[in-house]
């Protein structure tokens, strides 16, 4: 059975799949073969310098002439709360001497990345497709983006939030459901209404715009491909699935083989950055939970947890390394994201062929 949308049509995809941006958890290699094997790649660029951005989407380009997504994320960053964040450092310093830091002495980090930059950077490189999370760009940037034909999408997680997307002008929507590992695109409603279920999410936010709508969130293998589609989306987008990928060699392998292993649940938590995210439960996150006003806002969050995530890291601790996962992780399979696109698209097919009865 041949399924084509308008939106693969639009974007060269042979498949309905888009491996779903992943920053700091996707690489060129991953992107690229992503889109070689007919879905749409997408590079998480919102971690990155413009520098390594720009390098990313031309090691991307020699590796694939297709079309793939390039991701940012857009936010206002809110005032640093001083006294929060130094209580939060004396919260953390206890789990830092743990790992065998001293929290006395920690190295000097690197600023977070420059989002006007990295914006500037991306136009110039002019992308395909661009994508955003966590709020909406400005006008200007949005039309900077439609005057070089790059197709624009935007991340919602409630319908309120599609239509204020579609009514801005982007070409296609994201409806994130709440089982969607990484942080939540919510923007307009609280992170509580935001939490709202792929399943019930797709074809609400259909209903309400006239623009296609990608379905992410716990879509791991074919089967969910095939519901997301009967649901009437466009395509799905798949980012937990594609973590354990080979050329995904960016994810540490203590995180690799907790996903692997597939016996744990995941939990929304601000504890590492200060916004709403999916992640493996650990100690940390559970620790965290205690006190969750004094956690301070995103991004404020991020430098103070960086010793201890680095720490975490060096010393292969995953009770205190962050790990990000939506809630299908058990279902992730290992293979190179080629065969994976290809056994999607099998299942998939298998499905949409004849809708399978459960069989007890
Ligand atoms: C490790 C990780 C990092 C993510 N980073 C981003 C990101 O940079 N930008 C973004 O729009 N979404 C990000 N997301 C969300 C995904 O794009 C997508 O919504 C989600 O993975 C879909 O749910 P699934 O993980 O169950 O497939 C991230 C998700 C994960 C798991």
Known sequence: MKFATKLMHRLGMEHPILLAPMAGASTPALVAAVSEAGGLGSLGAAMMSPEAIRSAIREIRTRTPRKFNVNLFTYRVPEREVEKAAAMQARIAPYIRQLGGNPERLPALAPLPDMGEQIKTVLAERPDVFSFTFGMPDRETLSAFKQIGTFVIGTATTVAEAKMLSEAGVDAVVAQGSEAGGHRGTFAVTAEEGLVGTMALTPLIIDAV??????AGGIMDGRGIAAALM???????????????PENDVVHPIYRQRLLEGDRSTTVSRAYTGRFARWIKNRFVTEMADQPAAIPSYPHQIPLTAPLRQLAAERREPELFPMLAGQGFPLCREMPAGELVARLVREMRERLETVQPAPV
Do not use: N
């Open 231 to 245: 649901l009437g989306a466009s395509a799905a987008a798949l980012g937990t699935a594609f973590l354990v990928c």
């Open 210 to 215: 006239k623009i296609p709508v990608i379905a």
